[in-house]
T-cell receptor
Framework: EAGVAQSPRYKIIEKRQSVAFWCNPISGHATLYWYQQILGQGPKLLIQFQNNGVVDDSQLPKDRFSAERLKGVDSTLKIQPAKLEDSAVYLC????????????FGPGTRLTVT | AQSVTQLGSHVSVSEGALVLLRCNYSSSVPPYLFWYVQYPNQGLQLLLKYTSAATLVKGINGFEAEFKKSETSFHLTKPSAHMSDAAEYFCAVSDINNNDMRFGAGTRLTVKP
């Protein structure tokens, strides 16, 4: 079974620039999550999708962050414009919609904002 | 809202010694609890999960955790540490639908030869 795919793996941008990350979940996983992991901290949930609908985006900074999952499969997360404090690893995860499932994480995208 | 607190940001043990990583949770609903491991420059990997079945949960790589409702704890243990266990460990809590997943700040485990 192929895992969660993310690209790019690394990105360096200047502040006020825009950036987009892509995630392809495990086939058949209806739920997709985006997390932000700042160095030295645990992952923080940014947004959770169930198919193509948003379940939870309470911690997403909506003035600069946006995410979509138009066809209920892959997803993109965008930051526009980026700030220095957005430097982090952005993790994508997916899970089956069953009670006993855990989340399967991709390798992450390391973003550095200079 | 649910939350977890991991006690100790760094834990150091000798090879062959007991590993104990502490996690306490707060939840207004019956929780699902997870332990994840993150090796350097890698994604998070699920070690084990508690989903309201047996309170003692066995995971991969010889780790296990016990759900104690009276203590609101879900501590991770391994009888004998191996050098390859050195990593960052995260405790997490969610509701039974895998919604509202919240992670702890992590505990970095160092294993000394």
């Amino acid at each position: 079974e192929a895992g969660v795919a993310q690209s790019p793996r690394y990105k360096i941008i200047e502040k006020r620039q825009s950036v987009a990350f892509w995630c392809n979940p495990i086939s058949g996983h209806a739920t997709l999550y985006w997390y932000q992991q700042i160095l030295g901290q645990g992952p923080k949930l940014l947004i959770q999708f169930q198919n193509n609908g948003v379940v939870d985006d309470s911690q997403l900074p909506k003035d600069r962050f946006s995410a979509e999952r138009l066809k209920g499969v892959d997803s993109t997360l965008k930051i526009q414009p980026a700030k220095l404090e957005d430097s982090a690893v952005y993790l994508c995860a997916s899970s089956q919609k069953t009670e006993n499932s855990g989340e399967y994480f991709g390798p992450g995208t390391r973003l550095t904002v200079t | 809202a649910q939350s977890v607190t991991q006690l100790g940001s760094h834990v150091s043990v000798s090879e062959g010694a007991l590993v104990l990583l502490r996690c306490n949770y707060s939840s207004s609903v019956p929780p699902y609890l997870f332990w994840y491991v993150q090796y350097p420059n890698q994604g998070l990997q699920l070690l084990l999960k508690y989903t309201s079945a047996a309170t003692l949960v066995k995971g991969i790589n010889g780790f296990e955790a016990e759900f104690k409702k009276s203590e609101t704890s879900f501590h991770l243990t391994k009888p004998s540490a191996h050098m390859s266990d050195a990593a960052e460990y995260f405790c997490a809590v969610s509701d039974i639908n895998n919604n509202d997943m919240r992670f702890g700040a992590g505990t970095r485990l160092t294993v000394k030869p």
